[in-house]
């Protein structure tokens, strides 16, 4: 037997001693060492320590916890794709019906901070026609709202909430939120007359600038077709005074396109950080 032969068969003997000894124990001690590291908010880290996990697990006693876990640190991370591939893994084998709930209602909560809504309603429907988890439908519905709220649909958000309680806490959040955006139509039909849909958004110097150029290049346009000077007349009119009054509907709409960007931005900041309820 050659020396290379040799040292290959002691380290393969090494190996299967060391996984040997690498008993049930060590198995416990390890996932609540990488369970840990989950709770100290060091993910990537309890990622490859549940990867080691599931490497020397040849009796697949941790396939369920360990992909479980390996998907939640992913989706700590942000890491949506990778993080529904290993709760799907834990879905696949987990031991009861109420883990494989579990990790369908983790999937749905991912779909819906990646806003995949349609996906995201799919699961839902799908999971309260299934008989074999006797789904709550205010579960259900709790996390279609949600699906909504990320969507930006906050008038269904609100609808759904309200199949709940009438007076739940999101519902009414919903409503304050959709009631306070700006009617993007509105703005642009005040926008008829130059500035009115800049002051409707709170706009209101670009609403004078807006008047401003409009009457300039207006008069301008009706004095050289009063003076009988046509072609100046058709070119202002052409190239300025149209320029300035397109400009303008466009304005109107982009502000309020903008200002209601800025009150969802703000109102999702508001669930993070202030909303004590269950959260995706």
């Not at 380290?11 to 989950?38: C, H, K, P, R």
């Not at 941790?62 to 591939?85: E, T, V, W």
């Not at 919903?174 to 800049?198: E, H, M, R, W």
Request: with cysteine; aromatic share 16%; hydrophobic share 40%.
């Amino acid at each position: 037997m050659t020396f290379v032969n040799k040292i290959s068969k002691i380290l393969l003997i090494l190996f299967f001693n060391y996984v040997s000894m690498f008993s049930q124990n060590s198995f416990e001690e390890q996932f609540n060492f990488a369970e840990s590291l989950y709770d100290s908010e060091n993910y990537f880290d309890a990622v490859t320590e549940f990867k080691r996990l599931l490497f020397y697990d040849r009796s697949e006693q941790y396939s369920y916890s360990a992909n479980k876990m390996i998907g939640l640190s992913y989706k700590q991370g942000a890491k949506f794709s990778d993080a529904i591939r290993y709760l799907t893994l834990a879905e696949i084998n987990a031991p009861t019906s109420d883990d494989t709930y579990e990790c369908r209602i983790e999937i749905i909560k991912i779909n819906i901070l990646r806003r995949t809504t349609s996906k995201a309603l799919t699961l839902l429907d799908s999971l309260s026609a299934d008989s074999r988890f006797g789904s709550d439908i205010n579960e259900i519905n709790y996390w279609k709202g949600w699906a909504y709220i990320f969507s930006d649909d906050w008038e269904k958000a609100s609808a759904t909430f309200a199949m709940i309680d009438s007076k739940h806490q999101l519902k009414n959040f919903c409503d304050s939120v959709d009631n306070n955006f700006y009617n993007v139509t509105l703005a642009k039909v005040l926008s008829i007359i130059p500035g009115l849909g800049q002051f409707y958004t709170g706009e209101y110097t670009s609403g004078i600038l807006s008047i401003g150029w409009n009457v300039l290049w207006g008069y301008l346009t009706v004095n050289s077709f009063a003076e009988d000077r046509v072609f100046d007349g058709a070119m202002i009119g052409a190239l300025l005074w149209w320029r300035f009054y397109s400009g303008n509907l466009q304005n109107a709409e982009k502000f309020a396109l903008q200002k209601n960007l800025e009150k969802t931005n703000s109102a999702l900041r508001y669930l993070q950080k202030k909303y004590n309820g269950a959260k995706p």
